[in-house]
Structures are given as structure tokens and as C-alpha cells.
């Protein structure tokens, strides 16, 4: 049974004087425990909206989103807590996900005590990576993407089962995505979680996930292993995509 | 030939309350006609400042500027505001930046922004703003020009900056980040675009990028920037294919690939990139190289061997039997 269902979900967005903007027009698809799973797309494509969806930032207008066979936009305010803690998400602004004013020992204090978790503050930074002087350090004394490491140790505080990483590295440095990017995928590997990557790099995804959705104004055109459709895609959409991705090698070679 | 852009030991100092920073320091670099830098590196190692530096474009215009940048005879650095104006006139130099946004003005028609770089009888000038958005593959130019910049999508604001910045038809059009915050089939049909107007009228391109791929595909030479200077330049497919630069062969292993063997780990580069207030002594690169000898705590010589230069004691010590 997969770990999460989504099934025929439909999300709109209410505009001002018209009618409302469908993000996701009817989008299904499935994540197995353990698995990692990239969603990518440009924007508008509704990938933004689909990682929401899961976590519980937004409603949906219909369709369902069953994790662990139970369909969370139905539960009540105890089933939303419960459904938030398995499912955790790390944002694209890494300094802004972090309380400004808050050390990062004080912030993962919060989330151990009111979650009632036994893990300790020095084991989350061990487990992403940070030395335990970060402990004691405001946001805005950390890079990039010690702000990502220390987002991601506020939720693997909560022993997640899934991980929502939405455009986790666009913001960083090129030789700091590749030690996010990497972490993300030992943790996962390492964890068992399942994964879902939202970005708009098809490099990035092909590194890190082994099943890739692709999204185009608010439905998935192409979904399946990562190697078959980056490499055999059936879909005209995909294919421009594909074409349109400055590679390094690609370029060099000319073939384009 | 001359180059139509000669930049020597270009520096930008910035002093305030006491503290002096140095976000550009030594850059020599010459661009010739027709040709594409690409100028590459990571946040604040000063490429968007050199370009900024060149004519003196805010913030720079209170910096301390030094040394030369030699533009058809003339060294930028010496010119008055009457000169620099001048520049941003016809054959001159050209801008476009990431954020086409925050470059339109809001409340202009787009037709006006245009026809206010020109000169001539009015007239004349909206049929020429006419003919540009055109050029630039504006759909339906004629209903465009009496657009706000907000109608239009990001990809299509930043062909209108391109269209005013081909308005004075440039020798130099300097781009700094122009597709970052496009997705990547406009990036393609944005970047299309500048490479057949670079090929049409001679002009050449000073590319300012994060993006490796974007050097790879649309440049003819780079330059690699670190900490303020340019520790590596050359023909692109050498220095991408053959790096010499400790942190330029970093920056590469550090960059996913479509065709890389799946398996493959990405290597980042330890540390982070320094700021302008803190340059390490020595070669700045040196905390996070994993080649560093005794001899970087000395600032490294630039090496030059044929058409590519390498700011590295490396370069030094390699048997000169080997080819470049």
C-alpha cells in the first residue's frame, strides 16, 4: 500500500472579482515509503500548491489526500496535528523559515518540548551536519545553507515519515546546493523517508529522487522512474523542458 | 586587433564610518568585438560590481574606483556624468538585469520607455519602439507599446528591456543575470534571442551568471570570479573541460548533470564563499582548497599559458612538458 494517495485532487485559488484560479486541475499520484519522489515543473505549474496540499498549508477544493489510509483533508483538529507531525516540510528561504529571534537551540527546544520528543537538540545537529556551536547562533549569523540544516533538523525533530522539500537549494550557492542535496538524500536513505521534491531543475531531481512527476498548468503530463523519462520522455512537454535545461555537458557536446 | 573593451587592475573600494571594503580588486579582463563573456562565480565574489564599475552605476558611483577600462579609446573610469551619458547613448554600452521588474518603470507604457531612449521627432521614435518589440519577438508590438510593464509576463518584460537596450544599438550589451528569474523555456527563448542579435549586429555580450550550463552554452570565453578577482579565464570549453583552478574544478564537481552516471555524488566545497569585508590573506580560496600548500599564504601569480590565465601557485609548479 503506498505510505501517500493523492487522488483526483483539484485546488483553487479564490481571485478577487473573478472566477476562482485552478492550481491543480485533478492530479494523482502515489509515494511509497522510502521513496523520493521529484515534482517538477515551471512555475505556475501548480508544484508549489501540490506540496502544500500534502502538508496541510491548503485546503483543497476536492479529491483526496490519503496518508497512511487516512484522508487528511477530512480528519479533525487532533487527526491535523497528528497528520503534521508525519509530514514535515522545508522551505526555498531558508533564513526566512527561522525565527529571527530565536537561537537555533531555543528553536529546536520548542519543537522537542511541545511535540514531546525525546531526541536532543545536540543528536538533530549531528544528524544534519552542524557543529554543536550553532547551538547558540541566531539565524542571521548562519549562511544559506546552515539556515536549510538547521530547517531540516527542526523537522526530523518530529520523526517524520514524509519529507516536503519545496525548491529546498534554488536560493543557495552552487557548492552549497551540492552538501544540502546531498545530505537531503543520505537522510533519506538513512530514515526511510519518503521524500518529495519540488523543484523547477531537472538536474537537481535526477540527482536526488528515483521517480520524477512532471507538472504543467495544474495537471501531470509525464510521471514515472527517473531514468526512463528524463531519458526516454514520451511527452512533448517534457521534451522541451529537457531541451531547454543548460547542461553542462550537453553544451559542450553541442547539442545545442 | 584592439579590444573593444580592455579592462587593467579594475578595483572597487568602499569606505564608511572607518570600514573599508573591497568587493572588486585586481580584475583585468579584455572582451573583443562580437564576443561572448561569460563572467562566473558564486554570491559576492564581485562580478555584478565589476560591471556596475565600469560606468559607474549606483552603488559604485561612491566607491573609489582604480585602475583602467579602456572602451574605443576612452578609459571609462576617467569620464565626467556628460561622458558616461554619452555612453549610454548610440554604439555605447548597454545593461539588462535580472529583474526586469524592478527596471521598467510601472506607471510608462512600455512604447514610451522606449521611445524616451531615442532621439528624433516623436513620431519616428514610437515607429522605431514599434519595430524593436518586434525585433525581440513581442507578440502583436503594435497593441504592446501601450502596455504598462505590468500586463506583460516576466519573460516578455525582459524582452522589452532588451528591446530598450538595443534601442541605442550598443557595442557592448552587459547582462547581468538576465534569465535568473525566468523558468527555463523562456531562459532558452530570452537567451536565443540575444545570441542572434549579437550575431546580427556585431555587438558583444558581457554575460554576468551563477549558472555553469548557461556558460557552457553561451559563451565563447569565461572568466571565473572568487573573492574579488578572477582566478581562472579562458576559452570556455577548455576551462570547463580542463579546469586548472582548484575552485573552478570545485564548482563543476559540485553542478548536477543530465548525463552524469546516476550514482555519482555531487562534491561541494567546504567552507563558504567570504565576504568583501574579510578577504582571507594570501590566495582567498586557500581556507577551503583542498590543494592548498605552504606557499598561498602569499597572494598567487596569475600564469599564463596561451589564451587561458590562472591565478594559482599550482600553476607554477606543473612540468612544463605538459600542454595547455
Not at chain 1, 75 to 84: E, F, I
Not at chain 2, 34 to 45: D, H, I, N, P, T
Request: proline content about 7%.
Amino acid at each position: 500500500m503506498p505510505l501517500l494517495e493523492i487522488q483526483s485532487l483539484v485546488v483553487r485559488y479564490p481571485r478577487p472579482g473573478g472566477l476562482p484560479v485552478a492550481a491543480l486541475k485533478s492530479v494523482s499520484l502515489q509515494i511509497k515509503a522510502g521513496e523520493s519522489m521529484g515534482i517538477v515543473g515551471e512555475s505556475g505549474c501548480g508544484k508549489s500548491t501540490l506540496a502544500r496540499a500534502i502538508v496541510g498549508l491548503v485546503k483543497p477544493f476536492s479529491g483526496q489526500i490519503i496518508f497512511d489510509g487516512t484522508d487528511v483533508a477530512r480528519q479533525d483538529r487532533a487527526g491535523r496535528l497528528h497528520h503534521c507531525r508525519q509530514v514535515q516540510m522545508v522551505f526555498q528561504d531558508a533564513i526566512g523559515s527561522l525565527n529571527p529571534r530565536m537561537t537555533v537551540g531555543a528553536m529546536l527546544d520548542e519543537v522537542l518540548r511541545v511535540h514531546g520528543k525525546r531526541s536532543t537538540r545536540m543528536h538533530l545537529l549531528e544528524q544534519v551536519g552542524l557543529p554543536p556551536e550553532v547551538i547558540s547562533a541566531y539565524p542571521r549569523e548562519l549562511s544559506g545553507g546552515q539556515c536549510q540544516r538547521v530547517s531540516l533538523a527542526r523537522c526530523l525533530a518530529l520523526e517524520p515519515r514524509v519529507l516536503v522539500a519545496d525548491e529546498p537549494v534554488s536560493a543557495l550557492d552552487v557548492s552549497v546546493q551540492a552538501r544540502v542535496l546531498n545530505l537531503l538524500r543520505e537522510l533519506q536513505q538513512r530514515l526511510g523517508l519518503a521524500l518529495l521534491l519540488v523543484s523547477h531543475d531537472l538536474a537537481v531531481v535526477r540527482t536526488v529522487c528515483d521517480r520524477i512527476c512532471v507538472l504543467h498548468d495544474g495537471v501531470i503530463v509525464e510521471q514515472g522512474n527517473v531514468e526512463d523519462v528524463l531519458e526516454r520522455p514520451t511527452q512533448p512537454y517534457t521534451r522541451a523542458l529537457l531541451a531547454a535545461v543548460p547542461d553542462v555537458d550537453r553544451a559542450l557536446a553541442g547539442r545545442w | 586587433m584592439k579590444p573593444l573593451l580592455h579592462v587593467e587592475d579594475l578595483g572597487v573600494r568602499f569606505r564608511r564610518d572607518g570600514i573599508v571594503t573591497t568587493p572588486v580588486r585586481g580584475v583585468s579582463f579584455d572582451i573583443a568585438s562580437g564576443e561572448r563573456l561569460a563572467l562566473v562565480g558564486e554570491s559576492g565574489c564581485g562580478k555584478s560590481m565589476t560591471c556596475l564599475a565600469l560606468t559607474a552605476l549606483a552603488p559604485t558611483d561612491r566607491a573609489e574606483r582604480t585602475g583602467h577600462a579602456y572602451f574605443c579609446g576612452q578609459d571609462l573610469l576617467t569620464l565626467d556624468p556628460g561622458g558616461l551619458r554619452a555612453l549610454r547613448g548610440r554604439d555605447g554600452i548597454a545593461y539588462i538585469f535580472q529583474d526586469p521588474a524592478g527596471s521598467l518603470n510601472p506607471v510608462m507604457r512600455i512604447g514610451e520607455q522606449i521611445a524616451e531612449c531615442l532621439t528624433g521627432p516623436r513620431r519616428a521614435r514610437q515607429d522605431e519602439a514599434v519595430r524593436l518589440l518586434a525585433r525581440v519577438g513581442l507578440p502583436d508590438p503594435e497593441r504592446a507599446v501601450r502596455m504598462y510593464p505590468s500586463a506583460l509576463s516576466g519573460g516578455m518584460q525582459q524582452r522589452a528591456m532588451i528591446a530598450m537596450a538595443l534601442a541605442c544599438r550598443p557595442r557592448l550589451l552587459i547582462a547581468d543575470e538576465p534569465t535568473t528569474a525566468l523558468d527555463v523555456t523562456t531562459q532558452r527563448q530570452v537567451l536565443d534571442l540575444i545570441d542572434r542579435l549579437a550575431y546580427d549586429t556585431g555587438m558583444a555580450v558581457l554575460l554576468v551568471t551563477h549558472n555553469l550550463g548557461l556558460v557552457a552554452g553561451r559563451a565563447d570565453r569565461v572568466a571565473v570570479m572568487y573573492a574579488g578577482q578572477i582566478v581562472e579565464s579562458g576559452p570556455v570549453a577548455e576551462v570547463l573541460r580542463t579546469p586548472r583552478h582548484p575552485y573552478t574544478a570545485g564548482l563543476l564537481a559540485a553542478v548536477p548533470r543530465l548525463d552524469a552516471p546516476r550514482d555519482r555524488k555531487l562534491t561541494g566545497i567546504p567552507g563558504t564563499v567570504p565576504s568583501p569585508d574579510a578577504w582571507p590573506e594570501g590566495c582567498a580560496f586557500a581556507p577551503r582548497c583542498a590543494q592548498c600548500m605552504e606557499r598561498c599564504a602569499q597572494p598567487p601569480p596569475v600564469v599564463e599559458e596561451g589564451k587561458r590565465q590562472v591565478r594559482c601557485w599550482k600553476q607554477t609548479v606543473r612540468p612544463k612538458a605538459e600542454d595547455c
